[in-house]
Protein backbone atom coordinates (compact mmCIF):
# COMPACT_ATOMS: atom_id res chain seq x y z
CA UNK A 1 0.00 0.00 0.00
CA UNK A 2 2.57 2.31 0.64
CA UNK A 3 4.55 1.76 -2.37
CA UNK A 4 1.63 3.64 -4.45
CA UNK A 5 1.57 6.39 -1.71
CA UNK A 6 3.05 9.69 -3.86
CA UNK A 7 0.89 9.09 -6.43
CA UNK A 8 -2.00 7.65 -4.69
CA UNK A 9 -3.00 10.35 -2.31
CA UNK A 10 -4.41 12.70 -5.10
CA UNK A 11 -5.90 10.07 -7.43
CA UNK A 12 -9.08 8.44 -6.48
CA UNK A 13 -10.49 6.66 -9.88
CA UNK A 14 -9.57 6.43 -13.58
CA UNK A 15 -11.48 9.09 -14.07
CA UNK A 16 -9.11 11.24 -12.20
CA UNK A 17 -6.30 9.91 -14.28
CA UNK A 18 -6.37 12.67 -16.45
CA UNK A 19 -5.31 14.48 -13.69
CA UNK A 20 -2.27 11.72 -12.89
CA UNK A 21 0.26 13.02 -15.31
CA UNK A 22 -0.18 16.77 -14.07
CA UNK A 23 0.11 15.93 -10.67
CA UNK A 24 2.60 13.08 -11.33
CA UNK A 25 5.90 14.28 -8.84
CA UNK A 26 9.00 13.56 -10.60
CA UNK A 27 10.61 13.30 -13.76
CA UNK A 28 10.22 10.32 -15.37
CA UNK A 29 14.11 8.53 -15.88
CA UNK A 30 14.90 7.33 -19.30
CA UNK A 31 14.60 3.59 -20.11
CA UNK A 32 17.19 2.30 -18.83
CA UNK A 33 17.58 3.92 -15.39
CA UNK A 34 16.85 1.54 -12.50
CA UNK A 35 15.49 3.17 -9.19
CA UNK A 36 15.06 2.08 -5.73
CA UNK A 37 12.08 0.49 -4.52
CA UNK A 38 10.36 3.16 -1.95
CA UNK A 39 10.25 2.55 1.87
CA UNK A 40 13.58 0.69 1.82
CA UNK A 41 12.03 -2.06 0.31
CA UNK A 42 13.23 -4.10 -3.09
CA UNK A 43 11.43 -4.97 -6.00
CA UNK A 44 10.38 -8.38 -6.47
CA UNK A 45 11.07 -8.12 -10.27
CA UNK A 46 12.37 -6.40 -13.10
CA UNK A 47 11.26 -4.83 -16.20
CA UNK A 48 10.92 -7.24 -19.14
CA UNK A 49 12.97 -4.56 -21.39
CA UNK A 50 14.44 -0.87 -20.50
CA UNK A 51 13.70 -0.29 -24.19
CA UNK A 52 10.72 1.15 -24.59
CA UNK A 53 7.74 1.35 -21.26
CA UNK A 54 5.33 -1.64 -22.08
CA UNK A 55 2.41 -2.10 -19.87
CA UNK A 56 -0.59 -4.11 -19.03
CA UNK A 57 0.89 -7.10 -20.34
CA UNK A 58 -0.73 -10.10 -22.16
CA UNK A 59 1.67 -12.83 -22.85
CA UNK A 60 0.94 -15.81 -24.53
CA UNK A 61 3.35 -18.63 -25.91
CA UNK A 62 3.79 -19.57 -30.07
CA UNK A 63 6.02 -21.91 -31.13
CA UNK A 64 8.24 -22.18 -27.60
CA UNK A 65 8.63 -18.19 -27.59
CA UNK A 66 6.82 -15.91 -25.08
CA UNK A 67 5.07 -12.73 -26.84
CA UNK A 68 3.75 -9.92 -24.98
CA UNK A 69 1.14 -7.72 -26.34
CA UNK A 70 1.12 -4.25 -24.00
CA UNK A 71 0.20 -0.79 -24.00
CA UNK A 72 3.19 0.99 -25.51
CA UNK A 73 3.19 4.26 -22.79
CA UNK A 74 4.65 7.46 -24.23
CA UNK A 75 5.58 10.68 -22.42
CA UNK A 76 2.07 12.58 -23.45
CA UNK A 77 0.88 15.85 -22.77
CA UNK A 78 -1.30 16.16 -19.84
CA UNK A 79 -4.78 17.90 -19.49
CA UNK A 80 -7.69 17.33 -17.58
CA UNK A 81 -10.69 18.10 -20.06
CA UNK A 82 -11.25 13.73 -20.36
CA UNK A 83 -10.90 10.95 -18.57
CA UNK A 84 -7.65 8.84 -18.82
CA UNK A 85 -6.18 11.78 -21.17
CA UNK A 86 -2.95 10.73 -19.96
CA UNK A 87 -2.89 7.48 -21.41
CA UNK A 88 -2.68 9.11 -25.30
CA UNK A 89 -0.37 6.03 -26.74
CA UNK A 90 -0.09 5.79 -30.46
CA UNK A 91 0.72 2.24 -31.17
CA UNK A 92 1.92 -1.15 -30.32
CA UNK A 93 4.76 -2.48 -29.53
CA UNK A 94 5.40 -6.74 -29.28
CA UNK A 95 8.20 -7.76 -27.03
CA UNK A 96 9.36 -11.26 -27.68
CA UNK A 97 11.72 -13.57 -25.02
CA UNK A 98 13.13 -17.47 -25.04
CA UNK A 99 10.98 -19.47 -22.26
CA UNK A 100 13.56 -18.81 -20.16
CA UNK A 101 13.66 -15.20 -20.32
CA UNK A 102 16.47 -14.54 -22.43
CA UNK A 103 17.00 -12.69 -25.92
CA UNK A 104 14.53 -10.51 -25.11
CA UNK A 105 13.49 -8.55 -28.39
CA UNK A 106 11.72 -5.33 -28.56
CA UNK A 107 9.91 -5.96 -32.56
CA UNK A 108 8.97 -3.10 -34.51
CA UNK A 109 5.96 -0.54 -34.48
CA UNK A 110 3.11 -3.58 -34.67
CA UNK A 111 0.50 -0.96 -36.02
CA UNK A 112 0.04 3.12 -35.22
CA UNK A 113 -3.70 4.54 -34.70
CA UNK A 114 -2.63 6.11 -38.15
CA UNK A 115 -3.61 2.74 -39.69
CA UNK A 116 -6.95 2.35 -37.73
CA UNK A 117 -9.51 3.96 -40.27
CA UNK A 118 -12.38 4.05 -36.67
CA UNK A 119 -10.09 5.10 -34.09
CA UNK A 120 -8.52 8.77 -33.29
CA UNK A 121 -6.83 7.88 -30.25
CA UNK A 122 -6.04 6.26 -26.90
CA UNK A 123 -4.67 2.59 -28.18
CA UNK A 124 -5.18 1.11 -24.47
CA UNK A 125 -4.54 -2.82 -23.29
CA UNK A 126 -4.57 -4.88 -26.15
CA UNK A 127 -4.82 -8.90 -25.88
CA UNK A 128 -4.36 -11.24 -28.68
CA UNK A 129 -4.85 -14.80 -29.81
CA UNK A 130 -3.77 -17.26 -32.29
CA UNK A 131 -6.94 -18.55 -34.37
CA UNK A 132 -6.84 -20.59 -37.47
CA UNK A 133 -3.06 -20.05 -38.06
CA UNK A 134 -3.35 -16.33 -37.73
CA UNK A 135 -1.93 -13.99 -35.06
CA UNK A 136 -5.03 -11.48 -34.23
CA UNK A 137 -4.44 -8.95 -31.72
CA UNK A 138 -8.00 -6.85 -29.92
CA UNK A 139 -7.32 -3.55 -28.73
CA UNK A 140 -9.48 -0.88 -27.81
CA UNK A 141 -9.32 2.91 -28.88
CA UNK A 142 -11.48 5.59 -28.63
CA UNK A 143 -13.55 6.30 -31.71
CA UNK A 144 -13.76 9.64 -33.38
CA UNK A 145 -16.84 10.48 -31.51
CA UNK A 146 -14.67 9.54 -28.17
CA UNK A 147 -15.92 6.31 -27.32
CA UNK A 148 -14.01 3.61 -26.59
CA UNK A 149 -14.73 0.50 -28.60
CA UNK A 150 -13.08 -2.89 -29.58
CA UNK A 151 -11.05 -3.59 -32.93
CA UNK A 152 -9.27 -6.73 -33.95
CA UNK A 153 -6.28 -6.75 -36.37
CA UNK A 154 -5.05 -9.66 -37.93
CA UNK A 155 -1.02 -10.58 -38.74
CA UNK A 156 0.88 -13.66 -40.39
CA UNK A 157 3.22 -13.97 -37.22
CA UNK A 158 3.27 -13.44 -33.76
CA UNK A 159 4.83 -9.90 -33.30
CA UNK A 160 3.57 -8.06 -36.42
CA UNK A 161 2.61 -6.68 -38.39
CA UNK A 162 -0.93 -6.66 -38.38
CA UNK A 163 -3.25 -5.41 -40.32
CA UNK A 164 -6.86 -3.37 -38.49
CA UNK A 165 -10.17 -4.06 -39.77
CA UNK A 166 -12.17 -1.13 -40.72
CA UNK A 167 -14.64 -1.14 -38.37
CA UNK A 168 -14.62 -2.16 -34.95
CA UNK A 169 -16.23 -5.14 -33.70
CA UNK A 170 -19.97 -4.77 -33.73
CA UNK A 171 -21.29 -5.17 -30.57
CA UNK A 172 -18.44 -4.70 -28.65
CA UNK A 173 -17.21 -1.57 -26.25
CA UNK A 174 -15.35 -0.72 -23.54
CA UNK A 175 -11.62 -1.07 -23.03
CA UNK A 176 -8.78 -3.72 -21.79
CA UNK A 177 -9.95 -6.75 -24.71
CA UNK A 178 -9.07 -10.69 -23.16
CA UNK A 179 -9.66 -13.46 -25.72
CA UNK A 180 -9.54 -16.99 -23.74
CA UNK A 181 -9.21 -19.72 -26.05
CA UNK A 182 -11.07 -22.68 -24.42
CA UNK A 183 -9.81 -26.68 -24.75
CA UNK A 184 -12.94 -26.90 -27.47
CA UNK A 185 -11.36 -24.27 -29.61
CA UNK A 186 -14.22 -22.03 -28.65
CA UNK A 187 -12.49 -18.51 -28.16
CA UNK A 188 -14.30 -15.87 -25.60
CA UNK A 189 -14.13 -12.03 -25.56
CA UNK A 190 -14.14 -10.48 -22.45
CA UNK A 191 -14.10 -6.89 -22.03
CA UNK A 192 -14.59 -3.54 -19.62
CA UNK A 193 -13.90 -1.01 -17.49
CA UNK A 194 -15.56 1.63 -15.19
CA UNK A 195 -14.57 5.38 -15.18
CA UNK A 196 -12.09 6.28 -17.35
CA UNK A 197 -13.28 3.11 -19.74
CA UNK A 198 -16.78 4.22 -20.11
CA UNK A 199 -18.29 0.93 -19.17
CA UNK A 200 -21.16 2.55 -16.71
CA UNK A 201 -22.38 4.39 -20.00
CA UNK A 202 -23.49 1.00 -21.11
CA UNK A 203 -25.31 -0.18 -18.47
CA UNK A 204 -28.31 -0.05 -20.49
CA UNK A 205 -26.83 -1.79 -23.50
CA UNK A 206 -27.06 1.77 -25.51
CA UNK A 207 -24.23 4.31 -25.02
CA UNK A 208 -25.29 7.14 -22.78
CA UNK A 209 -22.32 9.59 -21.87
CA UNK A 210 -24.80 11.01 -19.22
CA UNK A 211 -23.82 7.81 -17.06
CA UNK A 212 -20.61 10.18 -16.57
CA UNK A 213 -16.99 9.37 -15.82
CA UNK A 214 -17.08 7.08 -12.65
CA UNK A 215 -19.83 4.33 -12.04
CA UNK A 216 -23.15 3.90 -11.43
CA UNK A 217 -23.13 5.93 -8.09
CA UNK A 218 -25.28 2.70 -6.17
CA UNK A 219 -23.13 1.62 -3.87
CA UNK A 220 -25.79 -0.69 -2.85
CA UNK A 221 -26.73 -2.14 -5.77
CA UNK A 222 -24.98 -4.95 -8.07
CA UNK A 223 -21.75 -3.59 -9.10
CA UNK A 224 -21.16 -3.12 -13.02
CA UNK A 225 -19.44 -6.43 -14.52
CA UNK A 226 -17.21 -7.11 -17.47
CA UNK A 227 -19.09 -8.31 -20.31
CA UNK A 228 -18.25 -11.85 -22.80
CA UNK A 229 -19.43 -12.99 -25.74
CA UNK A 230 -17.81 -16.16 -27.87
CA UNK A 231 -16.45 -14.93 -30.93
CA UNK A 232 -16.89 -16.30 -34.16
CA UNK A 233 -14.14 -19.02 -35.39
CA UNK A 234 -12.74 -16.59 -37.68
CA UNK A 235 -12.49 -14.42 -34.39
CA UNK A 236 -13.68 -11.15 -36.33
CA UNK A 237 -16.76 -11.01 -34.84
CA UNK A 238 -18.67 -11.53 -31.88
CA UNK A 239 -20.94 -14.76 -32.29
CA UNK A 240 -24.07 -13.76 -29.76
CA UNK A 241 -24.30 -11.00 -27.96
CA UNK A 242 -22.17 -10.11 -24.91
CA UNK A 243 -23.77 -11.08 -21.67
CA UNK A 244 -22.86 -9.56 -18.18
CA UNK A 245 -20.02 -11.90 -16.03
CA UNK A 246 -21.61 -12.19 -13.01
CA UNK A 247 -19.20 -12.04 -9.83
CA UNK A 248 -20.95 -12.99 -6.79
CA UNK A 249 -19.99 -13.39 -2.72
CA UNK A 250 -19.44 -16.61 -0.94
CA UNK A 251 -23.50 -16.58 -0.89
CA UNK A 252 -24.15 -16.36 -4.33
CA UNK A 253 -24.59 -12.61 -4.29
CA UNK A 254 -23.41 -9.85 -7.02
CA UNK A 255 -20.51 -7.98 -5.35
CA UNK A 256 -21.98 -4.39 -5.02
CA UNK A 257 -20.85 -0.99 -6.48
CA UNK A 258 -19.17 -0.32 -3.26
CA UNK A 259 -17.24 -3.30 -2.56
CA UNK A 260 -14.21 -1.94 -3.52
CA UNK A 261 -11.52 -4.25 -2.44
CA UNK A 262 -13.42 -6.82 -4.46
CA UNK A 263 -15.84 -5.58 -6.99
CA UNK A 264 -14.21 -5.85 -11.25
CA UNK A 265 -12.61 -2.19 -11.94
CA UNK A 266 -10.99 -3.44 -15.45
CA UNK A 267 -8.32 -5.21 -17.36
CA UNK A 268 -10.50 -8.91 -17.26
CA UNK A 269 -8.02 -11.55 -17.72
CA UNK A 270 -9.54 -15.40 -17.85
CA UNK A 271 -7.41 -18.79 -17.42
CA UNK A 272 -8.17 -22.23 -17.10
CA UNK A 273 -6.82 -24.27 -14.28
CA UNK A 274 -7.30 -28.08 -12.40
CA UNK A 275 -11.08 -27.57 -13.92
CA UNK A 276 -11.74 -24.34 -13.29
CA UNK A 277 -12.06 -21.06 -14.70
CA UNK A 278 -10.34 -17.98 -13.42
CA UNK A 279 -11.33 -14.52 -13.87
CA UNK A 280 -9.18 -12.25 -12.78
CA UNK A 281 -9.26 -8.02 -12.92
CA UNK A 282 -7.89 -4.94 -11.08
CA UNK A 283 -9.95 -3.50 -8.23
CA UNK A 284 -8.98 -0.09 -9.72
CA UNK A 285 -8.73 1.93 -6.05
CA UNK A 286 -7.85 -0.58 -4.17
CA UNK A 287 -5.52 -1.32 -6.37
CA UNK A 288 -5.35 -5.11 -6.12
CA UNK A 289 -5.74 -7.70 -8.72
CA UNK A 290 -8.30 -10.09 -7.57
CA UNK A 291 -9.70 -13.53 -8.73
CA UNK A 292 -13.00 -15.47 -8.99
CA UNK A 293 -13.17 -19.19 -10.19
CA UNK A 294 -16.55 -20.45 -11.78
CA UNK A 295 -17.33 -24.24 -13.83
CA UNK A 296 -18.42 -21.97 -17.18
CA UNK A 297 -16.44 -19.21 -18.96
CA UNK A 298 -19.81 -17.35 -18.71
CA UNK A 299 -19.38 -17.39 -15.11
CA UNK A 300 -21.18 -16.80 -12.40
CA UNK A 301 -17.62 -16.37 -10.50
CA UNK A 302 -17.45 -16.59 -6.96
CA UNK A 303 -14.68 -14.33 -5.19
CA UNK A 304 -12.01 -16.04 -3.98
CA UNK A 305 -8.89 -13.42 -3.51
CA UNK A 306 -6.16 -11.41 -4.40
CA UNK A 307 -3.69 -12.66 -6.61
CA UNK A 308 -1.09 -9.73 -6.50
CA UNK A 309 -1.14 -7.03 -3.75
CA UNK A 310 -0.75 -3.06 -4.66
CA UNK A 311 2.28 -2.09 -7.24
CA UNK A 312 3.64 1.16 -7.43
CA UNK A 313 1.61 3.45 -9.77
CA UNK A 314 -1.95 3.79 -9.51
CA UNK A 315 -2.91 1.17 -12.53
CA UNK A 316 -3.10 -2.69 -12.20
CA UNK A 317 -2.57 -4.90 -14.75
CA UNK A 318 -1.78 -8.37 -15.71
CA UNK A 319 -2.00 -11.81 -17.39
CA UNK A 320 -2.36 -15.41 -16.12
CA UNK A 321 0.28 -17.93 -18.74
CA UNK A 322 1.00 -21.36 -18.28
CA UNK A 323 4.83 -21.54 -19.94
CA UNK A 324 6.06 -24.80 -20.54
CA UNK A 325 4.21 -26.51 -17.23
CA UNK A 326 4.65 -23.21 -14.99
CA UNK A 327 2.41 -20.48 -13.93
CA UNK A 328 3.73 -17.30 -14.81
CA UNK A 329 2.16 -13.82 -14.12
CA UNK A 330 3.24 -10.74 -16.04
CA UNK A 331 2.13 -7.39 -14.24
CA UNK A 332 3.42 -3.29 -14.22
CA UNK A 333 4.63 -1.18 -12.39
CA UNK A 334 5.96 2.78 -12.49
CA UNK A 335 9.66 1.87 -11.34
CA UNK A 336 12.22 3.87 -12.37
CA UNK A 337 9.28 6.92 -14.17
CA UNK A 338 7.12 7.54 -10.70
CA UNK A 339 4.86 8.63 -13.43
CA UNK A 340 1.52 6.83 -13.93
CA UNK A 341 1.44 6.54 -17.50
CA UNK A 342 4.92 5.38 -18.18
CA UNK A 343 4.95 1.59 -16.50
CA UNK A 344 7.20 -1.39 -17.45
CA UNK A 345 6.00 -4.78 -17.84
CA UNK A 346 7.06 -7.78 -15.40
CA UNK A 347 6.46 -11.30 -14.60
CA UNK A 348 7.32 -13.23 -11.55
CA UNK A 349 6.42 -17.19 -10.59
CA UNK A 350 2.65 -17.85 -9.78
CA UNK A 351 1.28 -20.23 -7.68
CA UNK A 352 -1.96 -22.66 -7.85
CA UNK A 353 -2.20 -24.02 -4.37
CA UNK A 354 -3.70 -27.52 -4.32
CA UNK A 355 -7.55 -26.04 -3.19
CA UNK A 356 -7.81 -23.92 -5.56
CA UNK A 357 -7.13 -20.79 -4.07
CA UNK A 358 -3.92 -18.76 -6.01
CA UNK A 359 -0.90 -18.00 -3.67
CA UNK A 360 -1.09 -14.07 -3.37
CA UNK A 361 2.11 -12.51 -4.40
CA UNK A 362 3.63 -8.88 -3.13
CA UNK A 363 5.40 -6.97 -5.58
CA UNK A 364 8.03 -6.01 -2.86
CA UNK A 365 10.19 -8.26 -1.20
CA UNK A 366 12.49 -6.99 1.53
CA UNK A 367 15.54 -5.24 1.11
CA UNK A 368 19.16 -6.85 1.67
CA UNK A 369 20.59 -5.93 4.66
O1 LIG B 1 -3.11 1.46 -20.13
C1 LIG B 1 -4.32 2.20 -20.14
C2 LIG B 1 -5.28 1.65 -19.17
O2 LIG B 1 -4.72 1.71 -17.86
C3 LIG B 1 -5.61 0.20 -19.36
O3 LIG B 1 -6.51 -0.03 -20.40
C4 LIG B 1 -6.11 -0.13 -18.02
O4 LIG B 1 -6.24 -1.49 -17.77
C5 LIG B 1 -5.09 0.55 -17.14
O5 LIG B 1 -3.94 -0.24 -16.97
Known amino acids: M ?22 AQGVASPPGTPAAAP ?54 RVLSMRIDGGDVRVHPVAFAVED ?29 EGVFRIGVAVGDRPEGPFRPEAE ?8 DPGVFVDQDG ?8 IHGGQLQRWATGVYDPAAGNTDLNRPD ?10 LTPDGLALAEPVREVLIVDEAGKPLKGGDLDRRFFEAAWVHHYGGLYYLSYSTGETHNIAYATSTSPYGPF ?26 KLFYHDTQGTNRNTLRSAKWTDLVHEA ?3 IRTIDPFVAAAP
Not at 68 to 85: C, F, L, N, T, W
Not at 168 to 175: L, T, Y
Open 2 to 23: RARMATAMALTGLSLMMASAAM
Open 39 to 92: DSRAYLAQPLTTEIFLADPSAHVFDGRIYVYGSHDIEAPAADDQPGKGYAMRDY
Open 116 to 144: VPWADRQLWAPDAARINGRYQVYFPAKDH
Open 168 to 175: PIAGAFSI
Open 186 to 193: AAYLYAGG
Open 221 to 230: DPALAPRVAR
Open 302 to 327: TWRGVILKPVEGWTTHHSVVEVEGRW
Open 355 to 357: DGT
